[in-house]
């Protein structure tokens, strides 16, 4: 077991890491809002709230990509424990999956009060919206999961082999839910089945969505970061208690 | 210094030499020794069952339950019970289905026999084949019972050979899930609610792959229609119980 191994005061590599991110996320994420809020214009082909809900577009984007990062990285580093069996690469998949779900929840969040002025419906059983809502429940159970287990090294391993099993069944729930909306006999206008598709974007909007990515992928990594770093302590202190209690 | 370390040598040669016996048990004799391993395991389930007589009837009677809930929970709002009678018969199986699973290692674990399987010599693969097997022939016994019951209160036919085909690959999937995951919940400080947590969302293709199947069938779709949902199914079942039986093995490593 891998414990932190210096104790000494002062500047260390990943503290200047993490004070690097966060900066870097205070001022990339408050250039994104005043890209996406002010800069970027305004969506030429429709009026009134709907106009004004497309600027959600560019958070819900940024959140999708933070929810899919976290999700790709918690399945590589449970993979990468199971193999090489070092906890900080458990600590790391546990940080992927609490930083992805929050990204995960602002996404449905974001897309529900957009979906309102949009669709005129918060909700519709479109293969991505059943998609996300399965995807966070999955990994909520995964925490709920862990928290149930008292040995630290099984917490990691059930865990790394639940996370595995789970971003598996993800394309497939995908899959499942568009071919049953394909053949379902209600359907929504055409539009709505195919609403990425008409949703053409400008270049000026090009350019704040991928400042937008940017900024959460660097949100995401901050998050993950201080998330690891907190982990490892939670570690380290369960270790000193146990020898203070033995 | 020295002799402690020649000591210790023979000390572990010693443990390697003991450790190979089992270990030519557990993975030696070929397939049809293998096949016998995991009907050992299918049979002593099936005995298990025969004189405690406690998943097969409690699966069966939340089943009838839960059938009879639906069917008083829709009569007045439902024109025609073909319109709810395929959700009704997957969300009854899924939900029976983790009851069967819960008992699945956790009578193991609460009359302390758990430890006696691990120590049989098989491999832990054979264990896992073993315990699909039963908890498949609960899941399928269940629902024979709620396809009766369904006959009677919704007046609904379902058993179409198709039908029994997707009740069939679904629920070789949802076992082949489910016993992993039993496993993993087995000794889990909230083991009854945490299995079906897991289990459900998992669980969601073949969930909505069964229930556009039997809507299929229920409409009288010829096969051309239903062979999408059945190669989703086929996919489901070999891709999980493929990564099942790989990641079985890492469970009780330690056992």
């Known amino acids: ?246 | 210094m020295a002799e402690q370390r020649a000591e210790q040598r023979a000390e572990q040669r010693a443990a390697e030499g003991l450790a190979a016996h089992p270990a030519t048990m557990r993975a030696g004799g070929g397939g049809s020794a293998y096949f016998a391993k995991v009907g050992a395991i299918f049979a002593k389930d099936m005995r298990a069952e025969v004189r405690g007589r406690e998943v097969f009837s409690t699966m069966t009677s939340f089943s009838v339950l839960a059938v009879l809930i639906f069917g008083l929970a829709f009569d007045l709002r439902v024109p025609r019970s073909e319109m709810i009678a395929p959700g009704v018969l997957w969300v009854v199986v899924l939900f029976a289905g983790v009851l069967g699973l819960n008992r699945s290692f956790g009578a193991e674990v609460d009359r302390g026999t758990l430890s006696a399987l691990l120590l049989a010599p098989v491999d832990r693969s054979a264990i896992y084949f073993g315990k699909v097997l039963a908890n498949l022939f609960f899941t399928l016994a269940t629902t024979l019972v709620i396809l009766a019951v369904m006959f009677f209160i919704f007046d609904v036919n379902l058993f179409h050979p198709y039908n029994l085909l997707a009740v069939l690959l679904g629920g070789i999937g949802y076992v082949g899930v489910g016993t992993l995951f039993a496993a993993l919940t087995a000794n889990n400080r909230a083991r009854e609610s945490m299995l079906p947590i897991l289990l459900l969302p998992v669980m969601v293709p073949v969930f909505v792959a069964g229930v556009g199947l039997t809507a299929a069938i229920v409409d009288g779709k010829n096969f051309a229609e239903l062979s999408q949902w059945f190669n989703l199914l086929a996919v489901f079942d070999a891709i999980f119980v493929v990564v099942a039986f790989l990641l079985f093995d890492l469970i009780w490593e330690d056992a």
């Open chain 1, 1 to 246: 077991m891998t414990t932190v191994k210096s104790n000494a005061v002062g500047w260390r590599g990943v503290d200047l890491l993490q004070l690097g991110l966060g900066g870097l996320t205070v001022a990339s994420m408050a250039v994104a809002m005043w890209l996406s809020l002010a800069y970027a214009p305004a969506a030429s082909n429709l009026a009134g709230d709907e106009q004004l809900a497309q600027r959600i577009f560019y958070v819900h984007m940024g959140c999708n990509i933070g929810a899919l990062a976290g999700f790709v990285l918690s399945v590589v580093a449970s993979s990468v424990y199971l193999v090489r069996r070092e906890l900080d690469w458990d600590r790391v998949s546990q940080a992927a999956i609490e930083a992805g779900l929050l990204c995960g929840i602002g996404t449905i969040l974001t897309g529900m009060f957009w979906a309102k002025p949009t669709w005129n419906t918060y909700w519709t059983w479109d293969p991505r919206l059943t998609t996300s809502t399965i995807t966070v429940l999955v990994y909520l159970a995964y925490l709920l999961f862990r928290n149930g287990i008292d040995d630290r090294s099984v917490r990691a391993r059930f865990g790394s082999i639940y996370a595995i099993v789970a971003f598996l069944s993800v394309p497939l729930t995908f899959y499942s839910a568009r071919l049953f909306r394909s053949i379902h006999p209600v359907v929504y206008g055409a539009e709505n089945a195919d609403a990425q598709g008409d949703f053409r974007v400008g270049e000026t909007m090009t350019q704040v969505l991928s400042w937008n990515l940017v900024a959460f992928c660097i949100l995401f990594s901050a998050l993950v970061v201080l998330r690891w770093r907190q982990l490892r302590n939670e570690d380290a202190l369960a270790e000193l208690r146990e020898e203070v209690g033995s």
